[in-house]
């Protein structure tokens, strides 16, 4: 990957992957591949590597990719220490302004990162895998993140979710809720997401992965089935409700401690603004504090602490019908 190339503190460890053909004709330039020639990092078994190539192929029995203009710079780069690399894909397709991954692979973790963001035509939900594996300890995220407010829209709800919530129970006696979400992150999950911790083992990655499987083929079909809006008000009603989600990942996202330890401050804040985020300073004007003013202090700052702002949630907020318990 490359952030600003014109920048001295950037260039010595900034390592750039040949420029991607259509998908089509080429396949993506894999962990597999540039492992060949790049230093490798084997602490794990598990690979992440395959959860992208599925759903990039699963994608293209779908519609076509086309490579994103962020490929040529957000793709391939190490760590500042030499011993951490990040891989980078980007994608768009007819109904998808973005599809992105971020593999990262250090000597004690490997992350993954993938979303896939509808054009703002759809109202369709936006489909999230986070992933953080140690030696000891996974933390996951997997979800169909809703567009617009599922506890008080019953009708959003109802379109979109309702046919998967024996999808989300399937894997609920599976991975028990990880534990404590304030209320602004639930405003962005929907009722099957999968947010749970759990001990590294070979029959879990087993599980997790035909979870990911199950949530992005559900996904896929949902995006296959939406029908382009004409309304201009609703499609800028979805575009500041991506707009909203962003803004909120971009200043809230966990992983950005673990990017500024690998690439320093500034890079970290590119890679998630420009490449992670992206959309976030381009499809809307408002700001964290417009959007979210409870976190706003008396003298303008932005209060760290969520936990002191919004209530937690330690128990699933949804019982088997999907019915939002919370209150």
Not at 41 to 57: C, G, M, N
Not at 70 to 76: T, V
Not at 177 to 202: A, D, Y
Request: with cysteine.
């Amino acid at each position: 990957m490359g952030f600003g190339f014109g920048g001295s503190s950037s260039s010595s460890y900034f390592c750039l992957q040949p420029k991607l053909h259509p998908f089509l004709t080429r396949k993506p330039i894999s962990t597999r591949d540039w492992r060949k020639t790049q230093t490798c990092i084997h602490s794990f078994s598990v690979s992440y590597q395959k959860f992208v190539d599925f759903a990039l192929d699963e994608t293209t029995r779908h519609t076509h990719l086309l490579p994103s203009p962020l490929q040529e710079k957000y793709n391939f780069m190490k760590s500042k220490d030499g011993k951490g690399e990040l891989s980078m894909l980007s994608y768009e397709a007819t109904k998808i302004r973005l599809l992105r991954s971020l593999i990262i692979e250090t000597e004690t973790l490997q992350v993954l990162d993938f979303t896939v963001f509808p054009k703002a035509e759809y109202d369709v939900p936006i489909f999230c895998a986070n992933f953080f594996t140690s030696a000891k300890t996974n933390i996951v995220v997997l979800d169909l993140n809703p567009l617009h407010d599922i506890i008080h829209e019953y009708d959003y709800k109802e379109k979109y979710f309702k046919s998967l919530i024996p999808l989300g129970l399937k894997y609920v006696e599976l991975f028990p809720w990880g534990g404590k979400l304030t209320s602004e992150s639930i405003n962005f999950f929907s009722p099957i997401v999968i947010w749970t911790r759990f001990t590294s083992s070979p029959q879990k990655y087993d599980i997790l992965y035909s979870a990911f499987k199950d949530y992005y083929k559900v996904w896929l079909e949902l995006l296959g089935k939406a029908v382009k809006e004409r309304d201009g008000s609703q499609i800028l009603h979805n575009l500041e409700a991506q707009h909203r989600y962003l803004t909120w990942r971009a200043e809230k996202d966990p992983g950005q401690g673990v990017l500024k330890k690998l690439v320093g401050d500034s890079l970290a804040k590119d890679l998630l603004r420009s490449f992670l985020f992206n959309g976030v300073d381009e499809l809307g004007s408002k700001t964290f504090n417009d959007y979210f003013p409870q976190y706003c202090c008396e003298e303008g700052t932005l209060n760290k602490k969520s936990n002191s702002v919004d209530k937690s949630f330690e128990r699933r907020p949804w019982d088997a019908r999907g019915e939002f318990i919370g209150n």
